[in-house]
Structure formats: structure tokens, C-alpha cells
């Protein structure tokens, strides 16, 4: 027991665990105190700070997704490969069906993929990380070969989806609903049921197998949502072989708004949209005061570890079980 | 009289007709027929292994039978799951069920049952949180606010959560399993409580406890089971503990399987040196020596700082000022957490063997080797060799007798007793093991398992080890101790010395 590990567990204390949104919105809080103060003239202007809603909303509704399966104790590794492809599908299909035929394409393959994700975990007992991780690897291919490598822009008829306010009217709307599903519901009582043990769970009766496909459809539904946004919002999708980023942004949103890798914890979609514009905040700052675009993850990194080291419950991961399931 | 009038004129309650459960080759459960009356406590006791846990989790839904059946009120009753068991009207105290922390004290306490307040998978929080404070208030209990996630209460509060639960609910058939379920004294007393109010509204009781005392007083009747059969029911008020335990282990096994020798003794050499020691929230200046080939025994009510003093000498606790020193001939070396009181020879079997004492899923081999890393090494000239290993595990299950198909069994699949013996058997391994602390170490354990290690602990002493024994039962204090520390308030308050006599009574005036 060092002295620093007491320290943080005093912070913890104070801070309450559960409730990781507090520090992001510290975080949010100095971000914007800071740019403001460094650059008032570009950063405090409405249509920055606009901007840096409308970016946020994309992570947000793909954060949120992830929070299904982490909730369960799960992990979608696929959802950066879900957000792509369901952008090209929906780009493809927007060519001939208009908005409709890409929100109808998009969001079916993206819950289509979920599904599927959850039922290969369910049925065929491999952890989700490895049959995600697989899902990820094919559909980064996949999209790359079904459009030759090239970008698709996006038809005029269907860019309205991504313009300003629909896009933080989207965002609300998922917010309120996560947080409802999580919060008020069978669903989200059973997802952190089973988060916190399965054998318990079966006992008390939870239908382990569908809340957990449904949750990793709920996740593939969110993140081809957000890559149809994304889509609408930079006019084209492109077959991103190397769609980490986008999985790895959703991360770190997760985690800074306190939810709990090891499961059941946290799951605050507060969490979640503060997080989400804290760092967009955080990207549009560094941007503006001209810091190298190359340089910019490692700022991001460490705020990552500083608000994490605070919020999650160190005995979680010394004490008890690390598994992903 | 009235009792057996009631059982002549009703239905029984719950009826078990020539149940039997088989695991792989083992039968847990032989054709056991058993009935409970409403309004009778129905005792159930048995060594570990008995099949009592196996009857239970039949009663609920958890596992079903392979052959008989059960009924409830006179129907047919085959639960599926646990919730179907709720739904017929059981209500079940059971450790392995437990909590879900993240969720709220409120959500917790209608595990398994929201149904109620669900309108088409939507909670209505605001009646559920209405309904559950009413409850608590009921219980007299003003300080947990429903809406506050479980994991935030302090550990007792959430067990008190568990057995307000199970009592809100009246049931037509309770069932209790107190073997492991550990309940803090006043959550007990509610139990007990409880338990004689639904007794006398006609509900059917089902207890099972080590504590046989507690059974007796707390039953109108005690079954008692062995290898999975029932051997017999008798009435409570006709038997007393030495009687339950003869029937239970099948011979009559003498009282005294505590230590014989009254008179206190140890080498002249100290062992362990306890200085001043001082723990944030728990220890208050707490200092004493333990000679090798001593018994100490520590004890306290519930909160004195005993168990904290056990955490604290094997360095799992950050000390805010003290030492904790092993003496080797005449070096005295300072012990600062688990890696050097390890090194130095001290071993800690704490008192939570499942989450704190053992790595479940690991196997018996893995366990026993874990301590003795360094040995081994040795042994393999810096490797660590498989047939090492084995020959080192054979020799602790051999040593304790500890009952398994291999050492590669995997710990989870062992009975309580056996769990313990191989948390014990892991410190053994070490020959340059000095001083051994022991929390609580026939906590949850039946007789059989008991007596072997307090014959054990002779054995060890004989062998020149310093022990502390940290315990909550009086009579294993007086039992086996050369010395008794009694704490209080993080300090030690009391000593008391085997030479002198030791009784119950003066203990537990120093207690208080």
C-alpha cells in the first residue's frame, strides 16, 4: 500500500464512485476556462462552441452504445468497424432511397452486426472481446471491398441529417433514452444484474442470453447510428481500414464519464455527454491555439489516466476479478 | 402439544417425498422425506457434505431433483427457478444469492420480484422507493436511503439489507441458511425475532445453522442429516448439542475436543513482537509478544478491532505508526506488508476463506504452492517444476487430510472444511513458518473439520509455532488459548492467562 494509492482512495471517497461525471465535468469545466482565457476571440464565439456540440454528439451516441455491453461486463471492440461500414451502407443506399433509404439501411446493418455480435458470444461461448475483435477485423475488410477503397459522397438529399441543430436533437434524444433504459427499466436492472454476476442473475430469474443480445444489438444500432451521422455531418464515408479511432475516442468517453470496465458500475449517460464535450472542447482547443495535430493524443491520454485514476474504484481491479466476458 | 396438534390437523407446509440429487458420482441427496408444518421451525443440521445446502437450493429452484418430488401445501411444486420459488411463496435467506451493489438499496430489496411495481419494462421508481422506505421504517431503520446504491453501505448494513428482505415478505414457507451467511449480531436478533412472529402467523420455518445451540433454541424440531440421508427428526426440547452432534457424525464424539491440559505453556523464546501499533479507523496503540510454541487467542465484540489486528500483523493494513517484528535467534526483523511477513515467516488464513484466503478457481496445487515460490525455485535451481509442485501438494493433502479426487481439483468444487484445511495447508508447506495467524478459522466449518484443526493447532504448537488465534467464539478462546487478549475499542483492554482459569463469564464482562 503506497501512500499515493491511499490518497487517491481518499479523493475517491470524496469524490463518490459511482459518480464519475463529476470529474468530467471538471474537466469540461477547466478546458473551457482555459481556452477561453488563451484564445477568447475564436474559442468563445457561437459558432465554435456550436461546432463543438455538433462533434460531440457523434462520440456521445457511439459512447453510449458501449455503455450496454460494459454494463453487462462485456466489451464491443467492432463498434469503430459498425460505425464505418454502417456509413458506407447508408451513403450507397442513400443514392437511391434518399434520407430514408440511408437511415433504414444504416441502422439495420448496424443492429443487424450487434445482434449477430451477441448471439456468437451467447451461443457459441466466446467472449465477447475475442468475437467482436473478429467482427471488427472482417467488416474493416468488408467495407474496403465493397467500395473499392474509395470514399462515397454522401447524396444531397440526405446531408439534412447531419446539419446543426438535428444533430443535438439526435444527441438528446439518445441521451434521454440511454438514460432511461439504463436507469428505469427491467432491462437496465437485469443488464447490471448480470454485470455484477451472472449465476446470480440466471437465479433471479434474468433471461441472460436475450438481455445480453439485445444489449449488443442496442450497441450495433447506436454505433451505425453514429456513423450515419458522421456521414451526414462531413458529406462522405469512407472505408476506413483502420477504424480504431473511432472505437478508441467512444472509450475514452466511457471511461471518462465512470463507467467500470470490470462491469455493472457506473453507466452514467451524464457521464457520458459531459465527457463528450469535454473533449471536444478539449480537440477544437488545441486545434485553435495550434497545437500539433500529432501531438494532440498525448494530451488526450492523459487526462484519460488523471480523471480515470480518481473515479474508478481501485479494489475493483486489484481485489476482485478482472474478466471480460 | 400444540405443535404436534397442528401437524396432525394441516397440510403440510412444504413436503419433500424421496428426493435425491446426484453430482457426477457423488449423491448429495439420498431419497430424503421430509415434512414441515406451518408454524413449526424446522431445524436442519449435518456436517459439511450432509446434503443440506443441496435440499435447500432444491427448495428454491436452484437445482432440481433427479427422482421424487416436492410439494407445497399439498400441490405438486417443481420451481424451475428462484424466482418461480418467490412466486409460490418461499422466501430465502442465502449467501450465494447476495446483492448487486451498483443497483440501489431499493431495487435490491425486490430482487427477483419488481414485477409488481414494472409497467410494461418501465420501473415505477417513485412507488418502489415509497414502498421500500415504508419497509425500512417498519424495521426501524432510518439511515439508508433506498435510492442509494447498495455497494455504498457499509457491509453490515447491506447484510441487514439481505435479511430485511427476506423478512419483509411474509412467506408461507422461510427458509434460512445461516451456514454461511454470517449475519452481524443484530441483524441475529431481528432474524430470531421474526422468526417466532411468523411462527405464530402459520408460517413453516426451515433453519439451518452449525450453531446447534441456536438451532435447538430457535426450532420446535431438528432433522438431522448425514452422507445425504436423513437420519432422523427428533423434538428440539428432547436433545441437546453433544446429542445433535453424536447423531451427526454417526459416532459419539466427546465434548472435549479442545485442548486436555489446563495449565498455560510456551518456549522462553519470543516469536513475534507486536509494538504500539496504530491503524487509521481500527487499532489504538495495540502491543504484545508471542512466545514460540504459544497459543494467543484474540477476542472482542463485534467492531473491537480484532480482525483489523489480524490484517494489520500481516502488513495488509497501511499502519500509521508501530512494528511488527519476527525474532530469528536474536534478530529481530521488521515486518512492513504481506511480501516481507511472508518472507519472515508468518502465515494469515483470514477470515473470509472465499473471497480473501483462497483463489477458487484455481486448483489445490496452485493454492498450496503459492507461498512457497521461493522453495521451489530452490528445489528446481530456479525453475519451478511440475513433479516439485506435486510432491509439495501431495504432502500438505496428505497432511491435512484434505478430502479431493486429485490436487489438480479445482478449490470451488471443495466443501467448506476442505477449503480451510487447504488455506491452512498452503502456510504449512513452508518449513521456516514461525508464527501463524489464524481469523476466525472454524468459521461456517462442521464438527468433524472443527475438531481436526484444534488437534491441528496442538500439533503446530508442539512444534514450537506462534499462533494467534483471532475468534469470535468464546469457547474455542478458552479452549485453546495459553493467553487471551480481549480488545476493546482498538486496544487490547484484558488479559487472561490458561494457568488462572479461564471462564466465560469474566470474559465477556471485559468485553463490555
Redesign the interface.
Known amino acids: ?1 503506497s501512500r499515493l494509492t ?1 490518497d487517491l482512495d481518499a479523493v475517491r471517497r470524496r469524490l ?3 459518480q464519475g461525471g463529476y470529474l468530467s465535468f471538471l474537466a469540461l469545466v477547466v478546458f473551457v476556462i482555459l481556452f477561453a482565457s488563451i484564445a477568447p476571440r475564436i474559442f468563445l464565439t457561437a459558432p465554435n462552441l456550436y461546432r463543438v456540440l455538433q462533434h460531440s454528439v457523434i462520440t456521445a451516441v457511439s459512447a453510449m452504445g458501449l455503455t450496454f455491453p460494459l454494463l453487462l461486463g462485456g466489451i464491443d471492440l467492432s463498434i469503430g468497424a459498425v460505425f464505418a461500414f454502417a456509413g458506407i451502407v447508408g451513403a450507397t443506399f442513400a443514392v437511391a432511397g434518399g434520407l430514408a433509404g440511408m437511415l433504414a439501411g444504416g441502422l439495420i446493418v448496424g443492429t443487424l452486426i450487434g445482434l449477430l455480435n451477441g448471439s456468437l458470444h451467447v451461443f457459441l461461448r466466446i467472449p465477447s472481446f475475442v468475437v467482436t475483435l473478429g467482427m471488427m477485423l472482417m467488416l474493416q475488410a468488408a467495407g474496403v471491398l465493397l467500395t473499392g477503397g474509395r470514399e462515397i459522397i454522401l447524396d444531397k438529399s440526405a446531408t439534412g441529417l447531419g446539419s446543426g441543430i438535428v444533430l443535438i436533437v439526435i444527441g438528446a434524444v439518445v441521451a434521454v433514452a440511454t438514460w ?1 433504459v439504463t436507469n ?4 437496465g ?1 437485469h443488464l ?2 448480470i ?3 451472472e449465476p ?1 442473475a ?4 434474468v433471461p441472460v442470453r436475450v438481455v445480453k443480445i439485445v444489449a449488443f444489438g442496442a450497441c450495433g444500432l447506436l454505433a451505425g447510428l453514429a456513423g450515419l451521422l458522421n456521414t451526414a455531418y462531413t458529406h462522405f464515408a469512407v472505408p476506413d481500414p483502420n477504424s480504431l479511432t473511432y472505437l478508441l475516442s467512444a472509450m475514452v468517453v466511457v471511461f471518462l464519464g465512470g463507467t467500470s470496465i470490470t462491469g ?3 453507466g452514467s449517460v451524464w457521464g457520458i455527454v459531459i465527457g463528450a464535450i469535454a473533449i471536444s472542447v478539449l480537440e477544437n482547443g488545441m486545434v485553435i491555439v495550434g497545437v500539433p495535430s500529432l501531438q494532440q493524443p498525448i494530451y488526450i491520454g492523459l487526462i484519460l489516466l488523471l480523471v480515470v485514476s480518481v473515479t474508478t474504484k481501485r479494489i475493483a481491479l486489484g481485489g476482485q476479478r478482472l474478466v471480460i466476458k | 402439544m400444540e405443535g404436534r396438534d397442528m401437524q396432525t390437523n394441516c397440510e403440510p407446509a412444504i413436503e419433500t417425498q424421496n428426493v435425491s440429487k446426484t453430482y457426477g458420482l457423488i449423491e448429495a441427496v439420498k431419497q430424503i422425506s421430509l415434512t414441515v408444518s406451518p408454524g413449526e421451525v424446522r431445524g436442519l443440521v449435518g456436517e459439511n457434505g450432509a446434503g443440506k445446502s443441496t435440499l435447500l437450493k432444491m427448495l428454491c429452484g ?1 437445482t432440481q431433483p433427479d427422482a421424487g418430488s416436492m410439494f407445497k401445501d399439498g400441490k405438486a411444486y417443481a420451481p424451475r ?4 420459488a418467490y412466486a409460490s411463496g418461499l422466501s430465502i435467506i442465502l449467501q ?3 446483492v ?4 440501489s438499496v431499493a ?1 435490491n430489496m425486490y ?2 420480484r ?1 414485477n409488481q411495481f ?1 409497467r410494461s ?3 415505477q ?1 417513485k412507488s418502489l422507493h415509497a414502498q421500500v422506505e415504508q419497509l425500512l421504517r417498519d424495521f426501524g431503520v432510518s439511515h439508508i436511503d433506498p435510492r442509494m ?1 447498495l ?2 453501505l457499509s457491509a453490515e448494513d447491506q447484510k441487514f439489507i439481505e435479511v430485511i428482505r427476506a423478512l419483509a415478505f411474509t412467506p408461507d414457507v422461510l427458509l434460512v441458511d445461516e451456514t454461511s451467511a454470517a449475519l452481524p449480531a443484530d441483524g441475529c436478533d431481528l432474524l430470531f425475532e421474526r422468526i417466532a412472529q411468523m411462527k405464530a402467523d402459520g408460517t413453516a420455518v426451515l433453519f439451518v445453522s452449525h450453531r446447534l445451540r441456536e438451532v435447538l433454541q430457535v426450532s420446535d424440531t431438528v432433522s438431522v442429516l448425514r452422507d445425504g440421508a436423513l437420519v432422523t427428526t427428533i423434538v428440539s426440547k428432547e436433545t441437546d448439542p453433544s446429542g445433535l452432534r453424536s447423531l451427526m457424525v454417526g459416532r459419539s464424539l466427546s465434548d472435549h475436543y479442545y485442548r486436555l491440559d489446563q495449565a498455560a505453556s510456551r518456549s522462553d523464546s519470543i516469536a513475534l513482537s507486536i509494538d504500539d501499533l496504530h491503524v487509521e479507523g481500527s487499532l489504538v496503540g495495540v502491543s504484545f509478544q508471542v512466545h514460540a510454541g504459544e497459543i494467543v487467542g484474540i477476542g472482542g465484540l463485534t467492531g473491537c478491532g480484532m480482525h483489523p489486528l489480524g490484517k494489520a500483523i500481516f502488513g495488509l ?2 499502519r500509521d505508526s508501530g512494528f511488527v517484528k519476527i525474532h530469528k535467534g536474536d534478530e529481530a526483523l521488521h515486518t512492513k ?1 504481506p511480501v516481507s511477513a511472508t518472507r519472515h515467516g508468518i502465515g494469515y488464513v483470514p477470515r473470509d476463506r472465499n473471497t480473501e484466503g483462497l483463489m477458487l478457481t484455481s486448483s489445490i496445487r496452485g493454492n498450496i504452492c503459492l507461498p512457497s515460490h521461493k522453495l521451489l525455485q530452490r528445489q528446481g535451481r530456479g525453475a519451478i517444476l511440475k513433479r516439485h509442485e506435486k510432491g509439495l501438494s501431495r504432502k500438505g493433502m496428505e497432511q491435512l487430510d484434505i478430502k479431493a479426487s486429485s490436487i489438480e481439483q479445482l478449490v470451488t468444487a471443495l466443501s467448506g472444511g476442505n477449503r480451510q484445511k487447504v488455506a491452512l495447508a498452503k502456510w504449512l508447506a513452508r518449513e521456516d513458518l514461525s508464527v501463524l495467524v489464524l481469523d476466525c478459522p472454524t468459521r461456517g466449518i462442521d464438527v468433524g473439520v472443527k475438531a481436526y484443526i484444534y488437534e491441528l493447532m496442538e500439533r503446530l504448537k508442539q512444534r514450537d509455532l506462534a499462533i494467534i488465534l483471532i475468534s469470535e467464539e468464546l469457547p474455542e478462546l478458552i479452549g485453546m488459548s495459553d493467553r487471551v487478549l480481549i480488545m476493546k475499542g482498538g486496544t487490547i483492554v484484558c488479559e487472561f492467562n490458561r494457568s488462572d482459569g479461564m471462564q466465560e463469564q469474566q470474559l465477556i464482562e471485559a468485553m463490555i
Open positions: 500500500m491511499n463518490g464512485n459511482t432511461f428505469n427499466t427491467t432491462f436492472e447490471r444484474s454485470g455484477n454476476s446470480v440466471k437465479e433471479l430469474g455493472s458500475e457506473g | 436452484i427457478s428462484m424466482v418461480q450465494e444469492v447476495g448487486i451493489p451498483s443497483l431495487a430482487l427477483g419488481t414494472v419494462g418501465v420501473i421508481k446504491p455497494g455504498r493494513a497501511r506488508n
